[in-house]
């Protein structure tokens, strides 16, 4: 992650690329959130039990994004719905930016060439958030196991945020 924030700056200050900066960026950001996945899942685990959830979710770019922003509040705060919803929504419009900053879109009446689709500004706040994300993993105390009771909260809670939105987490209507 080191090295993918190092480039993104270079990019960003030296090249004058944003789009690329923010995907870099954004590249790094999902690391933090593959560790957060990886070290739930370890601790939820019992002794001898194959990992499970997260292998199956390290893949899905927002997701990832989700656990990175989201993580840090992790069994430290009250879930609420909202709470979730607003994690899921940054970390999908920062991988739907980051997917306008790389490919070409089809919509020709609203065509913006990718260099063009992501700003310096955008570019710079998502850097200083996964620098300063980055700095709070680095400090985190590793997952210790957790009881039974817990281990089965955390379960529950790792298959319900598998699904599309909060409301389907504590079906609300």
């Not at 509040?73 to 790389?102: D, M, P, V, Y």
């Not at 992501?118 to 706040?125: H, I, L, M, Q, T």
């Not at 998502?126 to 300063?132: G, I, Q, R, V």
Request: charged content about 25%.
């Amino acid at each position: 992650t080191d090295d993918l924030l190092l480039a993104a700056d270079r990019v960003l200050s030296q090249e004058k690329l944003p789009n690329i900066a923010y995907h870099l960026t954004a590249l790094g950001l999902e690391e933090i959130g593959k560790a957060e996945l990886v070290g739930i899942s370890h601790a939820s685990r019992s002794k001898g039990e194959e990992q499970g959830w997260s292998s199956k979710h390290v893949e899905d770019h927002a997701k990832k994004l989700f656990w990175a922003l989201w993580g840090p509040s992790f069994g430290r705060e009250l879930i609420t719905k909202n709470q979730i919803e607003e994690f899921q929504g940054l970390a999908q419009n920062i991988h739907e930016t980051r997917l306008r900053g790389l490919y070409v879109s089809a919509d020709q009446e609203n065509f913006v060439p990718p260099k063009d689709a992501v700003s310096v500004a955008a570019a710079e706040n998502l850097l200083s958030l996964t620098k300063a994300r980055l700095g709070l993993a680095k400090t985190a105390q590793p997952k210790e196991a957790l009881t039974d009771g817990e281990r089965a909260d955390v379960a529950w809670f790792l298959t319900a945020t598998s699904v599309s939105s909060a409301r389907d987490i504590l079906n609300v209507t």
